[in-house]
């Protein structure tokens, strides 16, 4: 696609249900990362991806969050059991490779608001 | 650990004026690193970047500096307009680690 696709954009859910959240990167884009941000703060690294793989995982908060991407391409961030703390924004980004200058530029989607009631 | 702060959380600048946003780092073996601009309900957006062979780079209304050996980069915004009023964050090498960001307010 033109951009970084993320889906629900907006998500409501009640404590201890388990969500999943939707990332499309660009065509092409081996790199694939996840972020969360809470109100008013950065974005916190959760994951990271080259093709299929997550040589990173040193982000995530705990057990009940796991990401998975298949075909090299859409990856799915899973929270079990949400607890309200996890309200954010998860936001998700991919580029052509990693840690090389050329061409590496990072992309952001729009991000999925998570409301944990 | 790796971290990257922001001298200040907020900037307020009037229309027409440069505006200079700071950010330190802590990792010295970064090598990239990045600006992006937040505006309200939207993700990040790349602005410019600077390898760290390089000391100044210039875009479009933007100039970015990165002094190595006090661990300090800047964003120079030259003739600010409403329009860039949003949050700024800079981050720093392979795991774009971001700090909290400068909101940039522009008064017309």
């Known amino acids: 696609g033109a951009g970084v696709s993320q889906s629900p954009s907006n998500k409501v859910t009640e404590k201890g249900k388990d969500v999943e959240l939707r990332c499309d990167p660009i065509?092409?884009?081996?790199?694939l990362y996840w972020y969360r941000q809470s109100l008013g703060q950065g974005l916190e690294f959760l994951i990271y991806?080259?093709?299929?793989?997550?040589?990173?995982k040193s982000g995530l908060p705990s057990d009940r969050f796991s990401a998975e991407r298949t075909g090299g391409s859409v990856s799915t961030l899973t929270i079990q059991r949400t607890q309200q703390e996890d309200s954010a924004v998860y936001l998700c980004?991919?580029?052509?490779?990693?840690?090389?200058?050329?061409?590496?530029?990072?992309?952001f989607g729009e991000g999925s608001w998570l409301t944990v009631v | 650990g790796e971290s990257v702060g922001l001298h200040l959380p907020t900037l307020s600048v009037q229309e027409g004026d440069n505006s200079i946003i700071n950010c330190a780092y802590s990792n010295s073996a970064s090598d990239y690193f990045i600006w992006y601009k937040q505006e309200s309900g939207k993700g990040p957006q790349f602005i410019i970047d600077i390898r760290s062979n390089m000391d100044k780079r210039q875009g479009q209304r933007v100039t970015v500096l990165l002094n190595k050996t006090v661990k300090h980069l800047s964003l120079q915004i030259a003739a600010t307009q409403p329009g860039d009023s949003a949050v700024y964050f800079c981050a720093e090498s392979q795991k774009l680690v971001f700090g909290k960001g400068t909101k940039l307010t522009v008064n017309p």
């Open positions: 065509s092409g884009h081996t790199a």
């Open positions: 991806f080259q093709g299929n793989s997550a040589p990173d």
């Open positions: 980004a991919s580029s052509l490779g990693r840690g090389v200058y050329s061409g590496n530029t990072i992309y």
